[in-house]
């Protein structure tokens, strides 16, 4: 079944006149929804926990910054944007009884409403504004005039009003310049990990490093692994993004459109569509965050050791030769 979309014709804005947010973390979520409601005229302050390196850069923005318990005690919105695996802790110590009766608690990431790990007081209402884009686009977007879309969700209404204030903050953000989709907690979260674990991090950085192994092992230069398995998989991503998956196709040679109707069913095949509805299994029953949990609660080491592995890795190596011929592309700090 289709979502609902709203555009800014939807949305009232005059809903958050009044009312302060407060936006709990200054990373890269954090800091593109502080100024892009700061630049909405919407009341904003940032919450930053003691001694936060973060409390320079709001300095150096122009954004008002408090202690965590003090931004949420004036607040009418509250916005959790501090990791997930932090929020639990935050939510019990502080926000469960600092926040205002009758105030709201938003998210960007359903996780942790969904799996039960935070459960809001019932004079609460709940929402989530989780953008589809990362921070930086979040906020490069808003000061162009557009925006990046972004899904709303309501898991409690207490006030009556929780959805219209949800794509309110939504507007402010600068996601009504571009589609607010309205969704659930359930399917947000649950598809987002699916999308990480199949296709956008597990599913991608496996597939490239596999087919850089192959011609590595073959004894191809590292350098051509490198530049025909990553590089390039920039260009296929943008058409991709651009056009569709039928419009990359039609951009692309017909050597290699034919390559990819008769080869590509060999990698992506039937055992792979089994071990997606594995995961997906595992995320819907549970198990995943069961499991993620503790790997939080003895230091995250499956984190530890494969980031080693990965930095170690031949490929890595050879990006950063590669990379460092193409000073353009440099990280610029956002």
């Not at 597939?207 to 590089?231: I, N």
Request: charged share 20%.
């Amino acid at each position: 079944m289709p979502l609902t979309v709203h555009s800014q014709n939807h949305i009232d804005p005059s809903i958050l006149q009044g009312r302060r947010v407060a936006v709990l973390g200054y990373g890269a979520q954090g800091r593109a929804h502080a100024l892009n409601l700061r630049d909405s005229g919407i009341d904003v302050v940032v919450g930053l926990r003691p001694g936060s390196k973060s409390r320079i850069r709001c300095e150096r923005d122009a954004v008002a910054w408090q202690a965590i318990g003090a931004a949420v005690a004036n607040a009418s919105i509250v916005m959790l944007l501090v990791p997930d695996e932090a929020q639990p802790a935050l939510y019990r110590d502080v926000l469960e009884a600092g926040m205002r009766r009758g105030a709201a608690l938003a998210f960007a990431h359903g996780f942790n409403i969904h799996y039960g790990r935070i459960e809001p007081r019932p004079d609460l209402d709940v929402i989530m504004i989780a953008p589809l884009g990362i921070g930086d686009q979040v906020r490069r977007t808003y000061e162009r005039g557009t925006g990046v879309p972004a899904l709303v969700a309501v898991h409690a209404d207490a006030s009556g009003l929780a959805l219209p204030v949800a794509l309110a903050y939504a507007g402010a953000n600068g996601h009504g310049r571009a589609a607010v989709f309205e969704t659930s907690f359930q399917d947000e979260t649950e598809t987002d990990l699916f999308a990480e674990q199949a296709v956008l991090c597990g599913g991608v950085t496996h597939l490239v490093t596999a087919a850089f192994e192959t011609l590595d092992e073959a004894g191809y230069p590292p350098e051509l692994a490198y530049f025909c398995c990553l590089h390039e998989l920039k260009l296929i991503i943008d058409l991709m993004y651009e056009r569709g998956i039928a419009g990359m196709r039609r951009s692309i040679s017909s050597t290699a459109e034919y390559g990819d109707y008769t080869r590509g069913p060999r990698v992506i095949n039937e055992h792979t569509r089994k071990e997606m509805r594995a995961l997906l299994a595992e995320i819907r029953s549970g198990s995943f965050a069961g499991e993620l949990a503790a790997e939080n609660s003895r230091g995250w080491p499956v984190l530890a050791e494969g980031r080693a592995r990965a930095g170690d890795h031949a490929i890595e190596r050879t990006g950063q030769r590669m990379r460092a011929l193409m000073p353009w592309l440099a990280r610029k700090d956002s």
